[in-house]
């Protein structure tokens, strides 16, 4: 009887064994596809920034020291997307650090805006990866348009003006200075780079964030940064964006809420100066550079956050912008004034 039930027990025994091990592989099996499922997933591109220890990422490094200030200078948009050139960002809206367009157009612009303070300090910028401005128009809010342009382009800045404050600046007082997609750059660096950073900010003159909207919000939300109210108070934001009384459709640099300060009187209010009282524009027409005096004049309309010049638009180089718009030339229609200014503004900190 005991050896007739033995193999009873034994099978028994063997069918646990047996269920135990399917239950054992499907759990295994189960967990390793559930992990590959994980490690199958594509990994999420992550740009490095420009390396700017290597001089040619730079589009302005002076040779010698003369001054006692410096001048960190970011350029407007520069290029077009051009599907005849490659992009190798993975991004079709942001150029390569070589893109020859935005290498010659980077040169333009500095050539028509940041001379302006090549009698004040020594001028450093960087070539930076930057997104096509039109397209960044188009994507409407300036909530979007910062999220684009707070990728790659800020990145490269961030890093370029990190490594000009750790290996270049040795503790000098410097002067920020910026149009249109550099100026939208400009906000990100004051907003977060300045606040994490008040040793730094400490030294910093003024900001020339020139072609954007600097609005009450922008300030509210950070406290730290304030408004020029004035022609010589500094670690201030300067700002305009400069168009006739009336254009051709809506002004998409200006949003609600904008600020203005008038560059030839150099405050707030509304009160006109004559183009008499202006010190001089510097415009480009087809590569020459041409000086006019007692040309533009300005106000300042609070409600519209503008600055309303009645300069003759027949008399100013041709532009892509809409009719009544002179984005291009806000630093060219008061190159002196702003020369004067960020002289004026440097002697006061000096001073102080």
Not at 108 to 118: D, G, I, L, S
Not at 145 to 150: A, I, L
Not at 184 to 200: C, D, G, S, T
């Amino acid at each position: 009887m005991k050896n007739e039930a033995m193999p009873k027990v034994n099978k028994i025994i063997m069918d646990c064994i047996i269920d135990a091990f399917i239950i054992l592989l499907l759990s295994i099996t189960f967990v390793i596809c559930t992990n590959r499922n994980v490690i199958a997933e594509p990994p999420k591109y992550k740009p490095l920034a420009t390396d700017y220890s290597q001089h040619e990422h730079w589009l302005s490094l002076p040779s010698s020291i003369i001054k006692k200030v410096d001048i960190f200078y970011i350029y407007p948009t520069a290029w077009k997307n051009d599907p005849a050139i490659s992009n190798v960002t993975n991004e079709p809206y942001i150029c390569t650090i070589d893109n020859l367009s935005m290498l010659a157009g980077a040169k333009k612009a500095f050539r028509t805006q940041a001379t302006a303070f090549e009698t004040v300090g020594n001028i450093y910028s960087p070539y930076y990866r930057q997104a096509d401005g039109a397209y960044v128009i188009t994507l409407g809010s300036w909530e979007k348009q910062d999220d684009f342009v707070g990728g790659i382009p800020k990145l490269d800045v961030f890093a370029a003006f990190d490594y000009y404050i750790k290996h270049y600046n040795k503790g000098r007082p410097f002067i920020l200075a910026s149009h249109s997609q550099g100026s939208v750059i400009m906000r990100f660096l004051l907003a977060e780079y300045m606040k994490q950073n008040p040793a730094v900010y400490s030294r910093m003159i003024a900001a020339y964030a020139i072609g954007i909207s600097i609005t009450r919000d922008f300030l509210t939300k950070n406290p730290h940064l304030k408004f020029a109210e004035g022609t010589d108070d500094t670690g201030v934001i300067i700002s305009y964006n400069t168009q006739a009384n009336e254009i051709a459709g809506s002004n998409p640099l200006i949003f609600p809420g904008a600020i203005a300060i008038n560059p030839i009187t150099w405050t707030r209010e509304e009160t006109p100066a004559a183009a008499e009282q202006s010190l001089g524009s510097k415009l480009d027409f087809n590569g020459t550079l041409v000086d006019k005096f007692k040309y533009a004049d300005a106000r300042v309309n609070k409600e519209r956050g503008i600055l309303i010049c009645n300069v003759d638009p027949t008399t100013l180089p041709e532009s892509h912008w809409p009719k009544g718009i002179y984005h291009y030339y806000d630093y060219g229609l008061y190159y002196y004034n702003i020369r004067e200014n960020a002289a004026n503004r440097t002697r006061k900190f000096l001073n102080k």
